[in-house]
């Protein structure tokens, strides 16, 4: 499903990620999918050929992918970091918190919706930690309500 046409919040690195990935599922990845397709087709028979479906369904995915990268990058507003300052915490920073009850510290990257990626530590400035730091300063203590209740974290570092 394509996401709505709203305008969509994105880091540059992110714009650059999605342009790249388009580039490649335009070209690489439809001239693979096109020569599974060919190879299946050249079997014979396509009602009973499960490579031709398997096939079909990853063009049909592809297709569904770029048309949603397409929809993002038309309606991107690119935030470029570089001139933002580090004295609050704002679209693209990196941040460093701390779980004041655990000590436990994390980074993570502020960036758009779209974007997010919690395996490469990237939180939305939408997401309940996100809100609570966004234009905070070093060494502030926020509050995040959580399942297991209120967690707090304090601001150890802000970086771009």
């Given at each position: 499903?394509?996401?709505d046409?709203?305008?969509?919040?994105?880091?540059?690195?992110?714009?650059?990620?999605?342009?790249?990935?388009?580039?490649?599922?335009?070209?690489?990845?439809?001239?693979?999918?096109?020569?599974?397709?060919?190879?299946?087709k050249?079997?014979?028979?396509?009602?009973?050929?499960?490579e031709?479906?398997?096939a079909?369904a990853?063009?049909?995915?592809?297709?569904?992918?770029?048309?949603?990268?397409e929809?993002?990058?038309?309606?991107?507003?690119?935030?470029?970091?570089?001139?933002?300052?580090?004295?609050?915490?704002?679209?693209?920073s990196?941040?460093?918190?701390?779980n004041?009850?655990?000590?436990?510290?994390?980074?993570?990257?502020?960036?758009?919706?779209?974007e997010?990626d919690?395996?490469?530590?990237?939180?939305s400035?939408?997401?309940?930690?996100?809100?609570a730091?966004?234009?905070?300063?070093?060494?502030?203590?926020?509050?995040?309500?959580a399942?297991?209740?209120?967690?707090k974290?304090?601001?150890?570092?802000?970086?771009?």
């Amino acid at each position: 499903m394509v996401e709505d046409a709203a305008i969509k919040r994105m880091t540059k690195e992110g714009f650059e990620e999605l342009q790249n990935e388009l580039a490649f599922r335009k070209t690489e990845k439809t001239a693979e999918i096109t020569a599974k397709i060919m190879e299946a087709k050249a079997q014979g028979d396509l009602s009973e050929n499960s490579e031709y479906e398997e096939a079909r369904a990853e063009q049909a995915a592809n297709a569904q992918r770029i048309e949603e990268i397409e929809s993002i990058l038309k309606n991107a507003e690119v935030v470029d970091s570089s001139d933002l300052s580090t004295d609050k915490v704002s679209f693209g920073s990196v941040v460093t918190l701390q779980n004041t009850a655990t000590k436990a510290e994390f980074k993570y990257k502020i960036v758009g919706d779209s974007e997010v990626d919690f395996k490469n530590k990237k939180i939305s400035d939408r997401s309940p930690v996100g809100k609570a730091i966004m234009g905070q300063k070093k060494g502030k203590t926020v509050s995040v309500s959580a399942p297991s209740g209120v967690i707090k974290y304090k601001i150890v570092k802000i970086e771009m």
